[in-house]
């Protein structure tokens, strides 16, 4: 059933360097905290749950790296590209958008620290799920 819905890419190499790949959510982390510090009381629970969601993104990615170490081909969804389901880092963006959106509405940290915790947790759990069906099945030769 997995084999009919992904389609197969060489696993992507772990070349990348690390304070990269982690610049997108330490800038998440560091403007959540920053907001959390200047008003615990209404900003403390968005700043959690945006923490909560990048610790169980990071989980993920280390699922990832677990299949790419094992030399397993890490799948790609087939048909158009998924926004809930990014194999690649995208945070950066994330990172920049977010703190656009605070410039510009900083009275609506709550709303929009838990609409991206939302948005990170999605795609973590389906990282997670893909990678649990990966590692978890049979490996059984080509044909």
Known sequence: MVDETVSRIPALRITRDVTRTLLGPAA?????GAFAWTAPERNAWAAAALAAALFLDGLARAAGALMARRGLRVPRMAGP???VLPLRPGTGLAAALFATALALWPMGFPLLASALAGLI???????????????????????
């Open 81 to 83: 590209p998924s926004l």
């Open 28 to 32: 998440i982390a560091a403007l959540a």
């Open 121 to 143: 947790a999605m795609g973590a759990i389906a990282r997670l799920a893909l990678a649990r069906v990966v590692l978890t099945r049979r490996q059984e030769p080509e044909a």
